[in-house]
């Protein structure tokens, strides 16, 4: 039998790094490992570099998945990348090894992972929003990924969805759809809404000032049936289902994929109704991801392999 191509891949975010050998079909060929990310640009390239020795006798290439938009030939950030370390963004990774090194932006990793292997398998017209702390996204359109003219594309977190300066985000502007229905769009929209909310001076959280009530705090209430929580959760799904509805019309793909840690408490149910009531170019099928906190890592290597 054929060997198949392997990857060493990574997938780095803001505190910890994980990596494994993958291979061309997506399969483990060694356990996951969890590292911390170093607190310097110098320590992380050192980092990449030990591991890559280590590995190197039975790897075809190193992939890696990283926040910030990747430049069109993958082979380094060319967006600031505000989790990681300063000069991250400048490290030269050809020079980590004389193997190619490819790098992609994460979001775009984790919707070729649902592409190849997870809830959007063989459909080759997909969306994906990862919800977050922020919001990313990622299209691949007729299989293939949407780059944009320098590969900084789907910065949908970043699209504004009101005209009137609203709500500042933490990126500094106003009224972009991540501090709506985010993670912190959910803080931000408890905390707007028990300034009038009758629900709120009653109800579970009255002793709580509106700027302290947490993500936790409202997905807790609602469990608990308090109301005021149920009306911020409601709300934030709307703020979810205005974005999407739009994505939707501009992309037309066949379905969207809802990723990240606030994804799960999307209702995909109520959302994929309203959509395709809404929407001018139904119909589109609304799933959860289904490749989990790995979906980084065989994207990058999954999509790095192509090259080899
Ligand atoms: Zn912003």
């Known amino acids: 039998m054929d060997t198949l191509k392997?990857?060493?891949s990574f997938d780095i975010g803001g505190t910890k790094t994980n990596y494994a050998v993958i291979d061309e079909e997506g399969?483990?060929?060694t356990k996951k490992i969890k590292v911390p990310t170093p607190d310097s640009a110098e320590k992380i390239f050192e980092m990449f570099k030990s591991i890559i020795e280590e590995n190197y006798s039975s790897i075809d290439i190193v992939t890696i998945s990283t926040a910030g938009a990747v430049n069109?030939?993958?082979?380094?950030v060319c967006s600031s990348t505000p989790n990681l370390p300063s000069g991250y963004p400048e490290l030269e990774f050809s020079k980590l090894t004389d193997k190619k090194v490819f790098i992609e932006n994460d979001a775009n990793c984790a919707v070729w992972a649902e592409y190849k292997c997870g809830a959007a398998k063989g459909c080759?017209?997909?969306l994906i929003i990862t919800l977050g702390t922020g919001i990313g996204g990622g299209v691949i359109s007729n299989g293939e990924p949407v780059r944009g003219y320098t590969g900084a594309a789907l910065e949908v977190g970043s699209m504004k969805i009101f005209a009137d300066k609203r709500q500042k985000c933490t990126c500094g502007r106003y009224d972009c759809w991540e501090s709506y229905a985010?993670?912190?769009g959910l803080k931000n929209?408890?905390?707007a809404m028990a300034k009038t909310s009758p629900e709120y001076?009653?109800?579970?959280?009255?002793?709580?000032?509106?700027?302290?009530l947490t993500t936790y705090d409202i997905t807790d209430g609602v469990q608990k049936g308090d109301m005021f929580s149920i009306q911020v959760?409601?709300?934030?799904?709307?703020?979810i289902f205005v974005g999407l509805v739009s994505l939707v019309d501009i992309f037309n793909p066949e379905v969207v994929v809802i990723s990240g840690g606030m994804g799960k408490f999307a209702n995909i149910e109520m959302l994929e109704e309203k959509i395709n009531k809404e929407s001018v170019v139904a119909p589109v099928k609304i799933r959860h991801a289904e490749m989990g906190n790995d979906s980084g890592m065989i994207g990058a290597a999954l999509l790095g392999l192509r090259f080899i």
């Open 27 to 29: 399969n483990f060929i």
């Open 72 to 76: 069109l030939e993958n082979t380094g």
């Open 201 to 212: 001076k009653t109800g579970l959280y009255k002793d709580k000032l509106p700027e302290e």
């Open 189 to 191: 929209t408890a905390a």
């Open 124 to 126: 080759n017209n997909t």
């Open 182 to 184: 985010s993670g912190t």
């Open 233 to 239: 959760f409601n709300q934030w799904q709307e703020y």
């Open 6 to 8: 392997r990857a060493l």
